[in-house]
């Protein structure tokens, strides 16, 4: 498949076709490690733990007092008289 390589600013890309992406198991607004071996570009995406970043974002939420419920707590009319 032939594409071409086009300039953005001082920095140049190149579109690469959604079943490509596919193949390698990525999509648009993935990060991707771009390496060159044997004189060819290597385009790989990047693995994330599922929870990576969680422990930090929540720190942040936190400090920045934001981590309120979203929603409420909120009872139900026949809460008071429901046994278990």
Do not use: Y
Request: no cysteine; net charge negative; glycine share 10%.
């Amino acid at each position: 498949m032939l594409s071409a390589v086009k300039k953005f600013g001082n920095s140049a890309g190149v579109l690469i076709p959604k079943p490509l992406l596919a193949e390698i198991g990525a999509k648009a607004g993935d990060s991707v490690e771009l390496k060159v071996e044997g004189g060819r570009l290597v385009i790989e995406p990047v693995i994330r733990p599922a929870r990576a970043g969680w422990a930090e974002d929540s720190q942040r939420l936190a400090r920045e007092q934001d981590d309120g419920l979203v929603w409420p707590e909120f009872g139900n009319s026949e809460d008071e008289t429901l046994t278990w």
